[in-house]
């Protein structure tokens, strides 16, 4: 069965802490995803990684970095929290299949991140 | 522009009934693939169903179908016989081009179901 593992559900940090959110897939899966959820918004798309030390930025880059040193292991980091980064935050990878293939997303369970 | 539109914030349908939920995209690539998500209270998103852009039917998976109209660039879902356990906030997303791996979301349709 397919299963992608984010470390915690809750986290709570301070503004100014570093802050490490890190996913596990089990799928040997080649691109890895983690995506930023807020009411109103969807989902959005903060770096994405298609293989190891590879990364590419999404659309809201902005205060996050990643690291992608194993290809189960997919690190979200944000270097100094800050409270507008109070959001959910989900991983997901997926395979590399041929081109035009049907090719899901599968995701993690997700983290609530409170910055106070 | 947004490039995947859900115009319904918030939908509550009677058990048993059937639902449709819309989703509207945008994209000139002629290649593209939509997908749907559901996401319970847990909060871990379910793949539902796919459709591609060259697909000559309309996906079909259980009771969830895809009402795919190319033209009008639209790919509403729809849900037969709806159950509780259908309550859950609903995800439209595009894949567009080839090759390309990333996925946008549209804002979700939060359904409930009224017993």
Same mark, same amino acid.
């Given at each position: 069965?397919?299963?992608? %593992? ?8 301070? %503004? !100014?802490? =570093?802050?490490?959110?890190?996913c ?6 080649? &691109? ?9 918004l ?6 994405? #990684? ?6 590419? =930025?999404?659309?809201i ?19 100094s929290?800050?409270? $507008? ?6 991983c997901? #990878?997926?395979?590399t ?10 995701f ?9 | ?14 058990e ?16 593209? !693939?939509?997908?749907?998500y559901?996401?319970p ?13 060259y697909?000559?039917q $309309?996906a ?6 895809? &009402?795919?109209?190319? /033209?009008?660039? #639209? /790919?509403?879902l ?13 995800f439209?997303a595009?894949r567009e081009g ?5 996925? %946008?979301?549209g804002?979700?349709?939060?359904? %409930?179901?009224?017993?």
């Amino acid at each position: 069965d397919v299963k992608v %593992t984010q470390s915690s559900r809750y986290l709570v940090k301070r %503004t !100014g802490e =570093k802050v490490f959110l890190e996913c596990v897939q089990d799928m040997d899966h080649e &691109n890895m995803f983690w995506y930023r959820q807020d009411p109103g918004l969807g989902l959005r798309l903060i770096y994405f #990684s298609y293989d190891v030390k590879m990364k590419e =930025k999404g659309d809201i880059p902005e205060g996050y970095s990643v690291s992608r040193e194993k290809k189960e292991r997919f690190s979200l980091i944000l270097e100094s929290a800050s409270t $507008n980064q109070t959001s959910m935050y989900l991983c997901a #990878s997926s395979p590399t299949l041929f081109r035009g293939a049907k090719n899901i997303q599968y995701f993690g369970a997700g983290t609530r991140l409170s910055v106070l | 522009a947004q490039k995947i539109t859900q115009t319904q914030p918030g939908m509550f349908v009677q058990e048993k009934e059937a639902v449709t939920l819309d989703c509207t995209y945008d994209t000139s690539d002629p290649s593209y !693939g939509l997908f749907w998500y559901k996401q319970p209270s847990s909060g871990e998103m379910i793949f539902l169903i796919y459709q591609g852009s060259y697909d000559q039917q $309309n996906a079909t998976e259980g009771r969830y179908s895809l &009402n795919f109209q190319k /033209a009008r660039k #639209s /790919a509403n879902l729809v849900i037969s016989a709806s159950q509780l356990g259908d309550s859950a906030m609903y995800f439209c997303a595009m894949r567009e081009g080839v090759g390309n791996e990333k996925l %946008t979301f549209g804002t979700g349709t939060r359904l %409930t179901i009224i017993p």
